[in-house]
């Protein structure tokens, strides 16, 4: 009989996961020694000893369906540039991308249970960090799949950026669909919008933000009376800025990203509407370690 106190000491001695550490220990008939090189054997201690590492670099990956109304789009992070430019670690990202094409996931916790080959992403995702040296981690991932929409999406600086759009659409040729798509995710990518338009706008954001206006205008020494007509004027010069559709074309500055989309629409004949857009950017709100070489020298002598 495996107890947990078994399976507790396992743990502690590999720093394996629990289920991987029960699993060992009922292969090896409860021998604590046995159980520890199967973990070993597995590359599973490896890995945990990996797992406290702060992995702030990697890659977004996109993927499509073959008729475009499918696309999804995830965030696999590693410790170094040099491993998110592997070949092995670019191809593991690309096959966990066609996962969530493939499924319907909707945490990571259930993407990794997923089927994968003989095994799952978590088996593949384990055997890649044993190998290769370094932690990685799936951070995130979203899908789109919708009977009238169509998908399109651009990856900029080998993966570093990535981004997913969704239009809504009847037409029947999506082709030109596609070509505006690519350039409307570019500009996602370049300017970094918040929201698709004024509609989509949270609340919270726009008190918010009309407050600090306020508090701005105050602090500039406007005159309380004329304060509010101010603010209204910023906080639509800022909603310019921050949604999609009302930026300027960065393909063509006379034109917004609505009326590009307009064009595009009159050309397929059919209404082609902005639904959503994913921007992934590696790392970004990871806090990374700055290893300081001469402290961790003096922290060692000084003992």
Not at 39 to 59: I, M, N, P, W
Not at 252 to 264: E, P, R, S, T
Not at 274 to 303: H, N, P
């Amino acid at each position: 009989m495996i107890s947990a106190a078994m399976v507790k000491e396992l743990r502690e001695r590999t720093g394996a996961g629990m289920m991987d550490c029960k699993k060992a220990l009922t292969e090896t008939n409860g021998d604590m020694n046995a159980a520890i090189d199967y973990l070993r054997e597995k590359g599973l201690s490896q890995a945990a000893k990996k797992s406290g590492r702060v992995a702030a670099e990697g890659l977004v990956a996109i993927g499509f369906s073959a008729d475009g109304k499918q696309g999804a789009i995830i965030e696999v992070n590693s410790e170094t540039d040099f491993v998110a430019k592997n070949e092995e670690f670019v191809n593991m990202v690309n096959g966990f991308v066609q996962v969530v094409l493939d499924n319907n996931y909707t945490t990571v916790d259930e993407l990794l249970e997923g089927k994968l080959g003989d095994g799952t992403v978590k088996d593949e995702l384990t055997a890649k960090i044993a190998k290769i040296g370094e932690n990685m981690t799936i951070r995130r991932f979203a899908k789109f799949d919708a009977a009238d929409s169509v998908c399109a999406g651009y990856i900029h600086g080998g993966g570093k950026i990535g981004v997913l759009v969704e239009f809504a659409t009847e037409a029947a040729n999506i082709d030109p669909i596609k070509t505006m798509g690519r350039d409307v995710a570019m500009q996602v990518a370049s300017m970094n919008p918040q929201f698709v338009d004024e509609k989509g706008v949270d609340p919270e954001y726009m008190e918010h933000e009309k407050n600090i206006l306020m508090q701005q205008a105050l602090n500039e020494g406007k005159p309380a009376e004329i304060v509010e007509k101010m603010v209204v004027g910023r906080l639509k010069k800022e909603l310019k800025e921050t949604c999609l559709l009302e930026q300027k074309f960065v393909k063509d500055g006379d034109i917004n990203v609505a009326a590009y989309v307009k064009q595009i629409s009159k050309a397929c004949g059919a209404d082609v509407t902005v639904k959503s857009f994913v921007r992934y950017e590696v790392g970004e709100g990871i806090e990374k370690k700055v290893d300081d070489l001469a402290a961790e020298v003096a922290k060692m002598t000084a003992k």
